[in-house]
């Protein structure tokens, strides 16, 4: 690692200030920053900690309204009560992210901060029509992802919380990756009263996405079944040496089915 | 360069390290802790796992200074004297390492699982709870044994506690 400053932030306005030296990033859970400035792919000159602000940390469900704070970690958003109870799907996919360790660590904003096109919430963000909270502005998730490890973001703005209404479904199925465990293909799918809404990661070329196809098919009928025979295009999917756009293109209807099944459940 | 203090199983310790400092090279270059180990690059291995603040976590992957603060168990710090920790006695029992690199983070590991699931854990769960450590030695089976062993000893030991206390 070259070296770097670290600086603790107290607040969200103390971390703003502090980011404006050198070429600074902010520090969440550091589970993906740091092994990145491990193998030098990530060199910061200073580093700003938003672990220890009191105010990005936390979950809050007030009936269907659900706010969850940036820095909350995997692992406290996988074992919520009242967040399993209005949105079980979400805790689930916070289980499955990584390992124990990891998961003691890393966080939610950093996850969507960092939009790794394997990573798992950006597809739970985008089908539950979540917003995106920052320290200047609500996005909502359509135009937070930009694409591979893009997002709206500034460099000086942090994400504070993220919000979302639980829909009345909602489910996740992912075919992790054997050796990372990051996601081959993840499908979140939703049935809420804005009707239907699924989304792709680890397969898309530019990121996560939607799927028309399986929209369109579920909004039909919210059942497995209604899969059956439906196809993604393979183009703008990603190929790798872990599975080629077809194969990834049939992991998205099957991950699709799961997701509803689980969602139905 | 920034002020490190942290207590490390139960001293209070301190030193001055560059900000780019693992938690990990902390705990065995300044502290001379080297049952903690490094096995990879990549966050994955599982060899370098302590306790921070009573939860498992990958000290190859926190800054020494990000972790200021804060209270760190590693290896060292399970056996009371000659006693060895119940899950050091399983594995030893149960032949859970061969050539003992990853043992460390296992131990650690295992000892968070069984704080996390006081009612018990079974196969499935100790597997999956595994994900994140690595052994390229045993093949799983007499760790999986031994972390079953152990969990079964401390619940019962804190049952009759609880019995007695009731
Ligand atoms: C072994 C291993 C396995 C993993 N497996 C998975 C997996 O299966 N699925 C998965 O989704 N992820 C996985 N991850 C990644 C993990 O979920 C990370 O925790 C997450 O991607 C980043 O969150 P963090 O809090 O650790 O962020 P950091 O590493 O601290 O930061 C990541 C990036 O986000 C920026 N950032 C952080 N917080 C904010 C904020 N509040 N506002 C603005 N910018 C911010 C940082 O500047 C940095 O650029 C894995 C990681 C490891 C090490
Ligand atoms: S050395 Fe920490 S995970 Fe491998
Ligand atoms: S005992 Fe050798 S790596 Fe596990």
Known sequence: MYSVNYHRATSVADAVKKIKSGDAKFLAGGMTLIPAMKTRL????????????????????????????????????????????????????????????????????????????????????????????????????????????????????IVTAVTFTAPAKAGYAKFPNPASRYAMTGVFVTKGKDGVRAAVTGAGDDGVFRSKEIEAALTKKFEASALEGVSVPSKNLMGDIHASPEYRANLVVVMAKRAVAAANA | MSEVTLVVNGRKVSGAVEDRTLLVHFLRENLNLTGTHVGCDTSQCGACVVHVDGKAVKSCTMLAVQASGSTVTTIEGLANGADLHPVQAAFKENHGLQCGFCTPGMIMTATDMIRRHPDGLDEATVRAELEGNICRCTGYHNIVKAILAASKTMSKASKSKANKAA
Request: hydrophobic share 40%; net charge negative.
């Open chain 1, 42 to 157: 990530a060199a910061p000159s200073d580093l700003v900690d938003l672990g220890h602000i009191a105010e990005l940390k936390g979950i809050k469900v007030s009936g269907k309204t659900v706010t969850i704070g940036a820095t909350t970690t995997h692992f406290d958003v996988a074992n919520d009560e009242k967040l399993k109870k209005v949105c079980p799907a979400l805790t689930h996919l916070a289980s499955l992210i990584g390992d124990p360790a990891v998961r003691h660590r890393g966080t939610i904003g950093g996850s969507i901060a960092n939009n790794d096109p394997a990573a798992d919430y950006p597809s739970a963000m985008l089908a539950l029509g979540a917003t995106i909270v920052t320290n200047k502005r609500e996005l909502a998730a359509d135009k937070f992802f930009k694409g591979l490890f893009e997002t709206a973001l500034k460099d000086d703005e």
